[in-house]
């Protein structure tokens, strides 16, 4: 069983930056791909990023060049940072792992909003 948390949402102006973290529970954290997903009011769900057991990223073509995600599994942990915010990158983020053919650990999500 893998629990997710994530943290480091908030509020921020247009051009600033935040960094998510995701803290995973479970022994076998590195053995899988995990990735971030957010959801902004009245829209579907959307891929932001993903990053495989070997380090192997992957971006939505729309977001790449501003976020960058990483993973450190010796801490159990993931991370987005996120630069040059845009008022429609408000949304809450989701960190999710991968164990078999899709995501199927989610995260409660964090807020992120950005204001003009």
């Known amino acids: 069983q893998v629990q997710l948390v994530e943290s480091g949402g908030g509020l921020v102006q247009a051009g600033g930056s935040l960094r998510l973290s995701c803290t995973a529970s479970?022994?076998?954290?590195?053995?899988?791909?995990m990735g971030w997903f957010r959801q902004a009011p009245g829209k579907e769900r959307e891929f932001v990023a993903a990053i495989t057991s070997g380090g192997s990223t992957y971006y939505a073509t729309s977001l790449k060049g501003r976020f960058t995600i990483s993973r450190d599994n010796a801490k159990n942990t993931m991370s987005l940072q996120m630069n040059n915010l845009k008022p429609e990158d408000t949304a809450v983020y989701y960190c999710?792992?991968?164990?078999?053919?899709?995501?199927?650990?989610w995260g409660q999500g964090t807020q992120v909003t950005v204001s003009s």
């Open positions: 999710a792992v991968q164990t078999g053919t899709s995501y199927d650990y």
């Open positions: 479970g022994p076998t954290f590195s053995r899988y791909a």
